[in-house]
């Protein structure tokens, strides 16, 4: 019999992860276009856009190391709230946040950019607040390009393996997400187990584009 | 009469020039007239706040005086602190909004929300409140950027190149609209053209950029009279411009045209070039003052005007009406020592 | 004198309208006069064969004829194959490559290299060979797609509002340039344009587009001199239109202006509106026939014009000199019954 | 002692499928900027897509399937030329070149969006053919952006780990590329075998970027 936990696993996830992606990548695309400095963006740029250049076990490594037992704020995390992130299910948010944050901050700023910087300045000039023109004018304007974004965050997010085999591991029932599964099941040679995952996969995928 | 004033002088670095404007303005109308990428939208942004400059100050007073820019004391007032309107060559509307909701959004909580119904009636919009401006044809569109701002209240507003975006049979009817609407404005109004009409016909002042440098200012009047430099020349619409060298205090040869003329005014030495409008021709006999020989000179037929080139290379322009097609090109043309412009490089 | 005939008859489907063209031309050049978006473009991209019309036939015959598209024979000639140049109205010149590379890309391998270098002189661009586009003023870069387009040698040359993208006072200098070049130039060729001078000084014969249909077709002073349709009017550059009611056959009443005109031609029942010129007007005594009372009218200075629009809305423009700023308005206009044009909506 | 291998192996991987990715992104991208028909035109793109889309294992499932020993093509090339393509380091290459074609294909398709069509159709009017305006014109116009995504889609084919995984294995020597090594050294628990994967990765992405 199939078990069900990994979609219910992928869907908490995906669905946790795209909302944190979602607003903190409009958020970072809108601070990044108002930077003025050419430099500081172009830098901003690279850290923001990194964990879509390197490898996913690269950045798992990486966040291993961060939130790890011994890592940074994992070991602040375990002492003082006796929590520990790594190989938990926070870990399959974190690593999804990570990994699909870059494709929803690029999208944004896509869109952003696509909008007639007149807009803005005219919206300024007719003395509306920085926030209403974000929402009124930016984002409104912007929108197809932003859910296209959200799109493609949410099936990154959903789909995300190799960060999320480092950091969170292959925990059945905890951890194990649907590409997991897919995985642990083709390697256990069972073709047909993992094929009712890959058609789960395939019909939500279908049904997000 | 209260005390009014517009004070801009403004210094920033760009990347094929530095901008260095630096005028004021009493009252009304100040047109700013110069070819394409001179630093006029820059000049525009600046004073709006759209743009920082590098140095200067701009400040406004009405009755009070506001200072919206100063690189000594570091203030630099945000755009939406200025209450100036800005006129964009595209307009800007919001695409995401109707007609009604783009003149509404400059409106705070406490507004009147009357004003928006009287703007759509003063701009003859009634009927297009719930359309978008994708709906719009262009004069349309300006209309509703127009009513935009002034349902703002803006002290100063700044048109940039408001009619270059418009069908040329549009032109007319909207620069008469518009110059009617801004009698009715109490404020400033800055106008940027590269159209030398537009800019003779709203604005009573004139400044004339080029390459960020201010190179003219003055009344329009005599700026068009008397551009005193080839450039200024040029852009006020004169056609005929030469190198010369100088014979005497009244004579000069035509170093293009190769001909001597004679002029009114005396020649001082740091005149090197003159300009002669197209229309200041006439016809003439061989013995008249500055008798110009029209052999082998082409003719051009307008709607209402004659384009006549001669040989030489100089530029004639003469009134017709629109039937006449037949035109003689008079053996001899002769231009009067006072219509000669003198001018510097 | 060979035989020579352009024919295009193109049908195509657009978002807004129907395209729906048909004409045929024996010699020099044609204007199509139209506003924005009325599909001007899409006639010349068809003609060139960058676009496929819906149905039709496009064929050119210079001795023999070329079928250059038809529908019914599913004949549909390759760009490459059509001997068709194109002015884009952005230049369209590649930005990756000099001048020279630029003028000689349409070459093939067995042309002569000296018509490139020809080419550059007789476009007076010694000297920017090495240049790339970008370091081009607007002019020069006008000027080298038009050199790019002959040293390729075509049949046809389509101009695609060739001016649009220059500032005023480059445009009539380049004007002359380009009449002076169609001149030289043996084949066919199509100017498109929302300008009406730009109509008027090109082309001998005119076509008026209005939203993909043909309104008008003739000589161009025919159609300036009676447009026939309001439309043709408007686009013509009349400025004073308005709905009548007819009194009797020499006799209406203007809706608009609420006056009652003689006119000499008679009115036929099919007539709807009339149109004035605003350089038809003149001045006037008040029993003179059609005298208008000019109370109120208000009065705007052009370089050299005044324009004065009348309380009911009527326009006139009469010449001034440059250096006149003042103009007393007379007390009555009056309209010569034969300037009256009597129009069909 | 550092194994080497893993370098070895992931460079010649990253290498050979970046030269297929790039000109069949290249060709891809010119051939449905061309097609007229928009259904045609969003189906095709849809299809290009999907590999971006599809989370990595369920995409090295699907390759198992194709290419695996019972599979179509895997059972095609194993009767008639004995050779074994799952599994082997043939696989690494197939896994890396789907993953990252819909980067490349993607980028050089903006880029070539970019482009003002008139400058085609001008070259066109002067009798150039399809091919020299597909170099000189687009391709030459397209440049940074085609550059760009050559290194996104290097970088993707350089990181690419759940289709990997799936199709190719992590056969020390054969098929482990340095992202499988820095997963295997982790779940071994040398991390410190792990960083200096980490590391050399790092580099290279730094020196691509």
New interface residues.
Partial sequence: MTDWSPIFISMKTASLSILVTFFLGLIVAWILIKIKNDTVKIVLD?VFTLP???????V???L?YIFGVRGPIGKFFLDFFTVKIAFSWTATVIAAVVMSFPLMYRSARGAFEQV?S??L?????????EWKIFW??LF??ALPGIISGGI?AY?RG?????AT??IAGNIAGQTRT???A??SE?AAGNMGE??HY?IF??II?FF?? | MSNRLLKVNIQKKLKEFDLDVDFELKKGCLGILGPSGCGKSMTLKSIAGIVDPDKGIVSLTMDEETVYFDSDSKINLKPQKRNVGYLFQNYALFPNMTVEENVAIGLSKNDDRKIVSEMIKRFHLEGLEKRYPRQLSGGQQQRVALARILAYGPDVILFDEPFSALDTYLKEQLRIELVNMLKDFYGFSILVTHDRDEAFQFCDELLILDQGKIIARGETHEIFEDPKKVEVARLTGCKNISKIEIIDEHHFKSLDWETTFEVSKKITPNITHVGIRAHDFKPGEKDDVNSINTTNATKLEMPFEWEITLENGLWWKIEKQMHNHDFEIPKYLKINPEDILLLEE
């Avoid at chain 1, 300045?121 to 607040?129: F, K, N």
């Fill in positions: 690279g879509l250049v390197l490898p996913p076990t690269v798992g490594f990486f291993l007639d007149n807009l300045d005219a919206g300024r000039t007719l003395g509306m607040s009124k004018v409104a304007n493609l099936a959903l789909g995300e393996f190799g085999a480092m649907l590409p997991m897919v995985y083709v993992a094929f890959v996969i395939v995928s997000v584009i």
